[in-house]
């Protein structure tokens, strides 16, 4: 207890002195040491002993108080006399202080008192290492992906809805580093072992209870430890001999690092197991390119109709025949989707009578046959009378159309008249019903995917709900391209979860570095002469990446022979499927590249490669490389490179660090090209003292020019399609399919532009005798692109025309064209001709009010002044002849100015009076008897 002028107590009853015992137990005395200093004070003698029971010490003042303690000279400690009942007063206060052993519940001064729990978090339960034999479970949400739909496999675990359930059993064996073979108790027997992720696999103890669920699962983050397989860590073990190569090169001199002609880098224990690296020196530089580049021939398999004079060009059909993947017989696939009470619109296309397909016809597609490209025919009546035909190609175009438009999302874009801003609202009804444009997105993810997937819980759908439509489209760009340089990257198509981790899709990516980080990841290839993507592969689960080919344990022809990488897996897929010529090249940023992928594509497809190195050092000198190139060029790196070349399992190849600036540094590997100073130098931009930005040209290897050429391809096509066309967010939609297939769709448009692009620069070439993709005269942008795709609207081709319908309409004569006598259609307000229950837009002709009494509704209004007139010729002129050759101001063309509520007849000009109510009156109206009749 703190004590009167900065005094502390000594707890244990005893003297701080000699450090003995003056007394224990209840009622021993308290010693205060009023110098403020207990650790620090000097040796005290030892006091006698005071008597108990003590004399309590009272004062009325602080003076009197001070007064009544004993006190000692020179910083002496002094008994504090106690009371009985051990309260003592101070500072004339009664305060209560205890002597003797202090409480067990005490605690010390210097603890400070907060208001954070004081508990501390249970330890995390270690998992047992993975093994043969091991007990293990996986839930429900990591197995369900991995079963096909349909199987009896998959009929047990649709048969539990938690996605946190577990399902258990025993580890066979490893397939590879990341991935394990399961045999599962509640699945078939004959169906019972999947191959699992080992990040998915939950290893239990020997004897442990296999408890079906638990409340904690989806908060866990399970540490996973190394396979069981691997050989464990030996105290002294022998270190690395790559790492003891690299690091004895480092270790020289730096003059001999400048000079040094070869580096020998060991993969094994055993002297042959070595790669000797051949390093060029300054004059020294590759020639001679492997690659034979004139066997490159037209990238066109098929003709395309072109026209350099835009407005010649339907590029709404070139795009639904050459870009769009195949729509013909869909129809009918959509009618039957949207059918089922299952579905989300089937209420809607029940009551709006919304129809695909037509079975009465000879060729229920027989537009999209006869056009190529008008996918199905929606049948709608409004009324349950009128019905009307509508093409889903329009609602393709629409798609477009509203990148022109300043709103977004379906509900702004179907809006009609006037918006709070200069233009008016879209008002897309105009060309389709709002109902059949979401039925069309409602069922436009659906249209290639099997019947199983249709009406599946949305958390549980699989890729293979896309996977058709990426699959077709792939093939119709292999069918038009001929692919002789091929550049690899990815593409991000955007989607924010909101309400789950993944928002419906069945894993979802995230990459900082991207403009749009979140979503679906798409790993595409690009054909390099047109900049037209050839191949798409969707980034699934770890699982099911592994699962495709080239994927598992395949060994790699790597000296050791490895398990082929993730990354090179990837690049031979995206190689092979974009049907690269044998003899052409393959490209990549850093994740694609590695000494592994070069060597895989060159010895099982016969193809050339560069690719940047970061991470993927497998057998690459990296540090080597950095150190000559600091060793030669210590002071101004800038525009240098340093090259080595090596043959590995039987392929030639060469790696360079070249300086892009006085720190960047960038590293390749290549198995073609030259390293020659190219003729084209590269700009380096950078800040001076003063903060302006300057400009540098510095040379660059022949190699490093051809890739930089083309890498930017996929960035470019990305850009355009996210930022400039912007279908994501313009379509605003809770359906993670649309997103993805509306993607693509933007993804097909971008290749339109390319092709248009490539084919001016063709036209350019051929009159001036110069290929060039950088004129701007001959190119234009993608957004007027939309606006000469989007011609068929305006040109009355995607108009909704009625057919047989009932609704009373004003129609001009035979032979009678009203346009020809300067009429045209009464509008209202919105600038429509009829309403949305299909009926015509009438007002009262305004010369019948100058004959009869009775309106006379018409449908027609001068083009000139907007005055209402009918067609009917019931005295010696026709209203409209009358209004065009009076010289009334009031009956005649063009001399007031009146809104379309200020046609007021003059009195003085109506031949037929009202009659006068005095004269004639109306005969008295009988009352209705509310009564019964007896």
Not at 235 to 255: I, N, Q, S, T, W
Not at 467 to 490: A, C, G, H, I, S
Not at 609 to 627: D, E, G, R
Request: net charge positive.
């Amino acid at each position: 207890m703190p004590s009167p002028s900065g005094a502390t107590a000594n707890p244990t009853g005893g003297s701080n002195a000699d450090g003995g015992d003056a007394g224990a137990g209840a009622g021993a005395a308290t010693t205060l040491n009023f110098s403020g200093n207990v650790n620090n004070s000097p040796p005290l003698p030892p006091l006698p002993p005071v008597a108990a029971p003590t004399v309590a010490v009272a004062a009325t003042s602080p003076t009197a108080a001070a007064a009544a303690l004993p006190t000692q000279q020179d910083g002496a400690s002094a008994a504090l006399p106690t009371q009985q009942d051990g309260a003592s007063v101070v500072s004339g206060i009664t305060a209560t202080m205890s002597v003797g052993k202090p409480s067990k519940h005490s605690r010390a001064r210097n603890v400070v008192d907060t208001t954070a729990r004081k508990s501390t978090p249970a330890p995390k339960k270690k998992q047992p290492n993975i093994k043969a034999g091991r007990r293990a479970y996986v839930t429900r949400k990591q197995l369900k992906f991995l079963v096909k739909v349909g199987t009896p496999g998959r009929n047990v675990i649709d048969a539990q809805d938690r996605d946190d359930y577990r399902y258990y059993g025993s580890c066979i064996n490893a397939v590879h580093a990341k991935a394990w073979r399961v045999k599962f108790d509640a699945l078939p027997f004959d169906n019972n072992v999947i191959q699992v992720s080992r990040n998915n696999i939950i290893c239990i103890d020997d004897g442990e209870e296999e408890s079906p669920y638990s409340e904690k699962f989806m908060a866990v983050e399970a540490t996973v430890e190394e396979c069981a397989n691997a050989a464990p860590k030996k105290k002294g073990r022998k270190p690395d001999p790559a790492k003891v190569a690299v690091e004895e090169f480092l270790a020289l001199p730096v003059d001999l690092q400048s000079k040094a002609k070869s580096f020998v880098r060991p993969y094994g224990d055993d002297p042959g197991q070595k790669i000797d690296w051949q390093i060029l020196a300054d004059d020294e530089q590759i020639t001679e390119d492997p690659m034979d580049h004139s066997t490159a021939k037209d990238v066109w398999k098929e003709e395309i109709a072109w026209d350099p004079d835009p407005t010649k060009m339907n590029y709404n059909d070139l795009f639904f025949e050459k870009f769009m993947v195949n729509l013909e017989g869909k129809a009918k696939v959509l009618d039957k989707y949207l059918s089922d009470p299952k579905c989300g619109m089937f209420s809607t296309t029940q009551h709006d009578n919304i129809k695909f397909h037509q079975p009465e016809w000879e060729d229920p597609d027989q537009l999209v046959s006869r056009i190529s490209k008008c996918i199905i025919f929606l049948c709608i009546s409004s009324c349950n009378t009128n019905p009307y035909v509508f093409q889903l190609k329009l609602c393709i175009t629409l798609l477009f159309t509203a990148v022109l438009e300043v709103e977004r999302g379906v509900e702004n874009l179907f809006k009609r008249g006037q918006s709070n801003g200069f233009k008016d609202y879209p008002d897309y009804g105009q060309y389709v019903p709002e109902n059949v444009f979401k039925a069309f997105m409602c069922g436009f993810p659906f249209l290639w995917c099997e019947e199983k997937y249709w009406y599946m819980k949305p958390k549980d759908l699989p890729w293979d709900v896309v996977l058709p439509f990426v699959k077709e489209y792939n093939k119709k760009r292999t069918d038009v391209l001929r692919t002789f340089y091929l550049m690899l990257d990815e593409s991000m198509s955007g989607w924010r979860p909101k309400t789950s981790k993944t928002g419906g899709l069945p894993n979802i990516s995230h990459e900082p570095r991207k403009p749009v980080p979140l979503g679906t990841m798409i790993r595409n290839a690009v054909e390099c002469v047109t900049g037209i993507f050839v191949h798409h592969d969707i980034v699934q689960r770890t699982e099911e990446q592994w699962g495709k080919e080239f994927g598992g344990d395949i060994r790699s022809h790597l000296p050791k022979g490895e398990a082929i990488p993730y990354h090179t897996a990837e690049v031979l897929r995206q190689a092979k499927n974009a049907k690269v010529e044998k003899g052409g090249h393959v490209g990549g940023d850093a994740w694609f590249g590695s000494i592994a992928s070069v060597v895989e594509l060159y010895k099982r497809l016969g193809l050339y490669s560069t690719f940047i190195i970061k991470q993927n050092l497998n057998y690459f000198p990296m540090k080597v490389l950095h150190a000559i190139l600091i060793a030669r060029y210590p002071e101004r790196p800038a525009g240098k490179w340093v090259v080595m070349k090596a043959t590995i399992s039987g392929v030639d190849i060469f790696i360079m660090a070249y300086a892009w600036s006085q720190k960047g540094v960038a590293y390749f590997v290549s198995s073609c090209g030259k390293t020659v100073q190219h003729e084209k130098y590269y700009k380096s931009r950078y800040e001076d003292e003063y903060g302006i930005v300057q400009e540098k040209e510095l040379p660059r290897p022949a190699i490093a020019h051809f890739l930089y050429e083309f890498l930017p391809l996929i960035d470019e096509h990305n850009k355009a399609r996210q930022s400039i066309l912007a279908l994501e967010r313009v379509w605003h939609t809770k359906d993670c399919w649309f997103r993805v297939l509306t993607t693509f769709v933007g993804m097909a448009f971008v290749d339109m532009m390319r092709c248009d692009r490539n084919k001016r620069a063709e036209h350019s070439a051929s009159s001036s005798g110069r290929f060039s993709l950088d004129e701007e005269d001959d190119d234009f942008k993608l957004k007027e692109l939309v606006n000469y795709f989007a011609r068929p609207l305006r040109d009355g081709h995607f108009k909704l025309y009625p057919r047989k319908t009932n609704c009373g309409r004003a129609r001009a004569k035979k032979g009678d064209d009203p346009r020809a006598q300067k009429l045209v259609r009464v509008q209202n307000a919105d600038g429509h001709t009829t309403y949305d229950n299909g009926r015509a837009v009438n007002l009262t002709c305004f010369i019948c009010r100058k004959y009869r009494t009775k309106q006379q509704m018409t449908n027609w209004q001068c083009k000139e002044c907007d005055m209402p007139l009918c067609q009917q010729k019931r005295r010696d002129k026709s209203c409209l002849e009358e209004h065009l050759s009076s010289q009334d101001q009031h009956l005649g063309c063009g001399f007031m100015k009146r809104k379309r509520n200020q046609f007021q007849m003059p009195s003085h000009l109506k031949f037929c009076e009202p009659t006068d109510a005095a004269v004639t009156p109306s005969p008295p109206k009988r009352r209705k008897r509310r009564g019964r009749r007896a």
